[in-house]
C-alpha cells in the first residue's frame, strides 16, 4: 500500500503549525471536488500549546476556505483553555465556555457563513461516578445550547513506542470499572452523547460499554483507532482483519455510530509526514479506503459521519485534498449516501440545523 511505513517510523509525534504551513505550501492547494456538497466537518479542536502550536478561528477559517462548502462544525475537546481556579474536577468547563465564545463570534455571521462549534463536545472527568453530574451541567450552562456531551479519551497501550502519543495516562480497560460507569450514566439522564477515543485492541471494552448503555448515543472516534506503530507496524492485513470483525460487533450496537476520519494521524503508520512534499488527494485516498469502506459496509451510511480531525490529520496533508480524498472514495455513492456521510448523520447526532 502506497505511504506504508515499512516500520521505519521516525518517532515524531506532531509537527508544529508554522513548520506544517511551510510544509503544506510546498505542494499547490487542490481545487475542490464536488464543491456544493454541503458539509458539516463533525470533529475539529482549538487549541494553543507550545509543542503544537496556536490553531484559533483565524486558522480554521483559513483551512475550511479552500472551496468546500463547510457550512457546519463541531468542536471536540483537546483540554484547551482549563480554568486554573476552582475545584480541580470543573477546570474541563473552562473549555466549553472558552469554546462558547468561540461559537458566538461565528454565529455573527462576522467571520463568513459557516456555523463554527455549532455543537461543542467537552471532557469530563466519568472516573467521579455520580459526582460527575455537577460537571456535566456546570458546561451545559455555560455552553450556550450549544452543550452536546463529552469526550473521555481512554486510549492505553503497553507499549512505550504507542504510549507516548496519549492525550492522557488512563489504567487499561478503563471502561469496565463501576465507577467509570456510574459517570457515565449521567449522560443518559441528561441527554449527553460519549465520544469514544481509544486503539483497536480495545474496541472489544467499547462495545462492551456501549452494550451496557443502549440509550445513551455513542460515537466512535477516528474509525476505531487503529495503530500501525511500535508493535503494529508491518502488520497491517493481519491487524485490519481482527478490526473489521470489532467493528461488525460495535455496528450490531444500534446506539453507535462513527467517524470516518482520523487516518491522516501518524499513529495510523503511514509516512506521509515523513517525505518532503505532502502528499495528493488521489494517494490520500488510495491509503484511506480500507479504512473508510469497511465501516460505511457495516454501520451504513445514516450512522456514519466524514470528519476532518484538524489540525491533527494535518499530519498528512491538506484540509482541501482531505476532503477531496473521501470524495474520491465516495465517489460512486448516490446523492442520498452522499448526504448522510458528509452532514445528514452528524446532523442528526448532534441535533444540528440540516443543510
Avoid at 516500520?7 to 505542494?27: E, H, M, P, T, V
Avoid at 476552582?86 to 474541563?92: L, T
Avoid at 507499549?159 to 489504567?171: E, H, L, M, T, Y
Avoid at 452523547?193 to 445513551?216: M, V
Amino acid at each position: 500500500m502506497a505511504g506504508d511505513s515499512k516500520g521505519a517510523f521516525s518517532g515524531l509525534i506532531y509537527r508544529n503549525d508554522a513548520d506544517l504551513k511551510a510544509w503544506l505550501g510546498k505542494r499547490p492547494t487542490e481545487a475542490a471536488l464536488e464543491p456544493e456538497l454541503p458539509i458539516i466537518d463533525p470533529h475539529h479542536h482549538f487549541w494553543d500549546a507550545p509543542h503544537r502550536g496556536t490553531y484559533f478561528l483565524p486558522e480554521l477559517l483559513a483551512d475550511i476556505g479552500g472551496a468546500h462548502n463547510i457550512v457546519s462544525t463541531v468542536f471536540l475537546e483537546c483540554q484547551a483553555m482549563y480554568r486554573k481556579a476552582g475545584p480541580p474536577e470543573m477546570a474541563p468547563v473552562g473549555e466549553v465556555e472558552f469554546v462558547n465564545g468561540i461559537a458566538a463570534m461565528s454565529a455573527s455571521g462576522n467571520y463568513g457563513p459557516c456555523r463554527v462549534a455549532e455543537a461543542i463536545v467537552g471532557h469530563a472527568d466519568l472516573t467521579l461516578g455520580a459526582r460527575v453530574r455537577d460537571v456535566l451541567e456546570a458546561q451545559i450552562a455555560v455552553g450556550g445550547g450549544r452543550f452536546r456531551g463529552i469526550r473521555y479519551g481512554v486510549a492505553w497501550d503497553g507499549s512505550d513506542a504507542v504510549g507516548k502519543f496519549a492525550s492522557r495516562i488512563v489504567p487499561p480497560r478503563l471502561v469496565l470499572d463501576r465507577t467509570f460507569r456510574e459517570g457515565f450514566a449521567q449522560l443518559g439522564k441528561l441527554g449527553l452523547s460519549f465520544e469514544s477515543w481509544q486503539y483497536h485492541p480495545q474496541l472489544a471494552d467499547a462495545a462492551d460499554l456501549a452494550r451496557a448503555f443502549p440509550d445513551t448515543t455513542f460515537i466512535l472516534n477516528h474509525v476505531g483507532g487503529v495503530l500501525g506503530v511500535g508493535p503494529y507496524s508491518g502488520r497491517r492485513p493481519e491487524i485490519l482483519a481482527a478490526w473489521r470483525k470489532d467493528i461488525a460487533t460495535l455496528a450490531a450496537c444500534p446506539n453507535v455510530n462513527v467517524k470516518l476520519g482520523g487516518v491522516g494521524m501518524t499513529t495510523f503508520g503511514f509516512d506521509f509526514h515523513e517525505r518532503d512534499t505532502p502528499p495528493g488527494s488521489e494517494e490520500l485516498a488510495a491509503a484511506w479506503r480500507q479504512y473508510i469502506e469497511p465501516c460505511i459496509e457495516a454501520f451504513g451510511v445514516d450512522r456514519c459521519m466524514f470528519e476532518s480531525n484538524f489540525p491533527p490529520d494535518k499530519q498528512s496533508g491538506g484540509y482541501t485534498e482531505l476532503w477531496n480524498a473521501f470524495k474520491r472514495i465516495t465517489a460512486d455513492a448516490s446523492a442520498a449516501e452522499k448526504k448522510a456521510l458528509y452532514s445528514g448523520t452528524a446532523a442528526r447526532v448532534y441535533k444540528l440545523i440540516t443543510p
